[in-house]
């Protein structure tokens, strides 16, 4: 490892992203939250879904944190950023993932209905494609499909 450089704490990084995802139910959105770490582990950008707050379909918490990210590193590059995110990406997010060049994704909980990195798809690890983020699943699980499972229960 490079000097000045850490290993990122998945599981403290994960708390950051349900503190966001509590700020998302706050707003009675669906509980997603999602922070871009630099490789020294710092954050560089965070986001939480927006689409009820904003009434835009691409408030995704994945991809207002890349925004944020790229927008403080002054670059759309985020080669050597990890994302960290409560829920598994969707196809619109996997496809940011892949596109902005996120070394690596950490994620919480599995999504069956609409999962793009190994539920329903596996876009991020898809081998036609020109990048391949390292993945890491499960961090924090239980917590993100409490947060979630609460918030569905509440709706039905």
Same mark, same amino acid.
């Given at each position: ?30 509980? =997603?939250?999602?922070?871009?770490? *630099?490789? +020294? !582990?710092? #954050? ?6 927006? $689409?009820? /707050? ?51 994704? =950490?994620?919480?909980?599995?999504? *069956?209905? +609409? !999962?793009? #990195? ?6 991020? $690890?898809? /081998? ?29």
């Amino acid at each position: 490892m490079s000097s000045g450089v850490r290993r990122v704490d998945d599981a403290a990084a994960m708390r950051r992203a349900l503190v966001l995802a509590e700020r998302a139910l706050a707003a009675d959105d669906v509980p =997603v939250g999602a922070v871009v770490l *630099d490789p +020294a !582990g710092e #954050v560089v950008g965070e986001g939480f879904n927006t $689409r009820e /707050r904003d009434q835009d379909p691409l408030g995704h918490a994945e991809l207002v944190a890349l925004r944020s990210a790229s927008s403080r590193l002054g670059t759309w590059r985020l080669d050597d950023c990890t994302l960290v995110v409560t829920l598994e990406p969707c196809t619109m997010c996997a496809g940011a993932i892949v596109s902005s060049r996120v070394r690596r994704l =950490v994620l919480g909980a599995w999504d *069956d209905k +609409a !999962g793009a #990195v190994g539920s329903l798809w596996d876009v991020v $690890r898809d /081998r036609r494609l020109n990048h391949r983020p390292e993945v890491t699943s499960g961090v924090l699980a239980e917590e993100s499909s409490t947060l979630l499972r609460a918030f569905f229960a509440e709706r039905r």
